[in-house]
């Protein structure tokens, strides 16, 4: 038994102040920081994982949970290392400054706090911290002419098998083939581990089910709650209906120009979800719009941005066809989350991409088809 283990963190107990991590007595109180740790580090206490494996989770837990409550110099009442770490983090997004501005940033304020400050030295110190909560993402190769992925049973083979291109870069100098560095990249974040992850919070569970108790009792559109469409599916699928934490998407997706000019010589894609249970003021807000796909240039994807949209294809169907089982923080027990996707959004052209209709000439309205005017 380690004797240091007060507060029972894995039994249920909740510390009613911070854990000593000297004899200053100036730590900062921050349960909430306990929480998230624990919901990235522990998906659910029931799921038979190897006592060697938990204590290992174990000792990652508490080094990580000793980073985010010591506060950044001694007499700090303030501000704990995570706290300032996410704040200058957030500084630097919002303001676009580069990796060598933030270390130079990093540098100044840790020359005007005390020499015994605990602030990073470097933004690579400072990703190796907040890296306990990257979700990640998958690398995926791709033909450069668009029509093939390198993944799954192909993920071996060094030539597209439809138009016969090499995977892999050329040196423009030399002319020859660069093994090990692809022409393209299709870079993909899985819905799954963000799903589990918003489960875990029990505030958001309860914003998830918000729209089976606000539906609109006078006939009036003030959610998609009260959209035909969604009375359609419920009408439709009365077993998906029937759990109100089962997720309805919707899918957007357009090319931009990543840097910042009108220049069409380069057009990046990316494909965005957007979970429809939310309340209004939560919909469509930042924290909602999950990016999935980053569909890489220079030329646009066109008709075969389904070559890409596999991958998410592919879990969208799974987590429609059998679902897949997820602890549910707010019930405290487990469940079968299923997800349907309603629609997909998008200006004509890149809805002429994603469903193959023609949106210009002859037949250019999707709803009048062969009737256009």
Not at 31 to 55: A, I, Q
Not at 202 to 208: F, G, K, L, N, T
Not at 250 to 264: I, K
């Amino acid at each position: 038994m380690d004797p240091t283990y007060m507060t029972w963190y894995f039994h249920g107990e909740y510390p009613s102040e911070s854990p000593q991590h000297g004899n200053d007595g100036n730590d900062v109180e921050m349960p909430e920081t306990y929480e998230m740790y624990r919901d990235v580090f522990f998906e659910d206490d029931n799921d038979g994982v190897s006592d060697l494996n938990y204590e290992t989770r174990e000792a990652e837990f508490q080094k990580a949970l000793e980073n985010a409550e010591t506060p950044l110099y001694p007499e700090c009442t303030k501000y704990t290392i995570m706290f300032a770490i996410v704040a200058l983090y957030k500084h630097k997004a919002a303001h676009n400054l580069s990796d060598t501005c933030f270390d130079g940033l990093l540098k100044f304020f840790g020359d005007m706090l005390p020499d015994n400050n605990k602030l990073p030295e470097s933004f690579y110190e400072t990703k190796k911290i907040l890296k306990t909560f990257d979700l990640g993402y998958e690398k995926i190769d791709a033909c450069k002419n668009h029509c093939f992925l390198f993944t799954k049973e192909n993920k071996h083979i060094n030539e597209c098998p439809k138009c016969g291109v090499s995977r892999w870069k050329e040196n423009e100098r030399t002319k020859k083939v660069q093994d090990g560095v692809p022409t393209k990249v299709l870079r993909y974040f899985p819905i799954l581990p963000r799903f589990r992850r918003m489960f875990r919070s029990p505030e958001i569970v309860e914003q998830v089910m918000w729209h089976s108790t606000h539906r609109s009792r006078d006939r009036k559109m003030r959610h998609l709650v009260d959209t035909p469409a969604w009375h359609e599916i419920d009408k439709a699928w009365p077993s998906f209906a029937s759990d109100s934490r089962n997720l309805r998407l919707g899918l957007s997706t357009d090319g931009f120009n990543p840097f910042g000019n009108l220049s069409s010589a380069y057009s990046c894609w990316p494909v965005m979800l957007v979970v429809y249970n939310f309340p209004p003021l939560v919909l469509m807000s930042k924290e909602n719009m999950m990016l999935t796909l980053q569909i890489p240039g220079p030329k646009q994807p066109g008709n075969d941005i389904d070559v890409y949209l596999e991958p998410l294809i592919d879990d969208l169907k799974e987590l429609w066809d059998k679902g897949v089982e997820i602890y549910d923080a707010f019930a405290k027990s487990k469940f079968n989350l299923k997800v349907i996707l309603m629609w997909t959004i998008s200006n004509l052209p890149a809805y002429s991409n994603l469903s193959s209709h023609v949106t210009k000439g002859k037949k250019a309205c999707p709803i009048c088809s062969d009737d256009t005017c």
